[in-house]
């Protein structure tokens, strides 16, 4: 079992940042590859963002590309997701999820991830 928390969720005014972490426990952290979904009202859950168990490959949703970076620092067993210049299209919770794979992020489908954190809510507001 791998249990995850995240943490740094909030409200912001459009344009502005917020960097999301998760911290895991409970196995090898390194093993798994982490990913960043999130999921507004009345719509599917969606994945924004996702890294590889080694930190050396990522893949994003188009929605975000250049605004949102992911990150990880095995050391510390915590995965991160900075966001900028965030857009009320941004307001949702958001999950950390984890997957035990060495495959490159541009490679996981979003249906393999099977450890889930609670979420946490970010709300953009205008």
């Known amino acids: 079992q791998v249990q995850l928390v995240e943490s740094g969720g909030g409200l912001v005014q459009a344009g502005g940042s917020l960097r999301l972490s998760c911290v895991a426990s409970?196995?090898?952290?390194?093993?798994?590859?982490m990913g960043w979904f999130r999921q507004a009202p009345v719509k599917a859950r969606e994945l924004v963002a996702q890294?590889?168990?080694?930190?050396?490959?990522?893949y994003y949703v188009d929605s975000v590309k250049g605004r949102f970076t992911v990150s990880r620092d095995n050391a510390k067993n915590t995965v991160y997701l900075q966001m900028n210049s965030l857009k009320q299209d941004d307001t949702a919770v958001y999950y950390c999820?984890?997957?035990?794979?060495?495959?490159?992020?541009?490679?996981?489908?979003?249906?393999?991830?099977?450890?889930w954190g609670q979420g946490i809510q970010v709300t953009v507001s205008s």
């Open positions: 409970g196995r090898t952290f390194s093993d798994y590859a």
């Open positions: 999820a984890a997957v035990p794979t060495g495959r490159s992020a541009k490679d996981i489908d979003y249906s393999e991830y099977i450890y």
């Open positions: 890294i590889s168990s080694s930190g050396d490959s990522t």
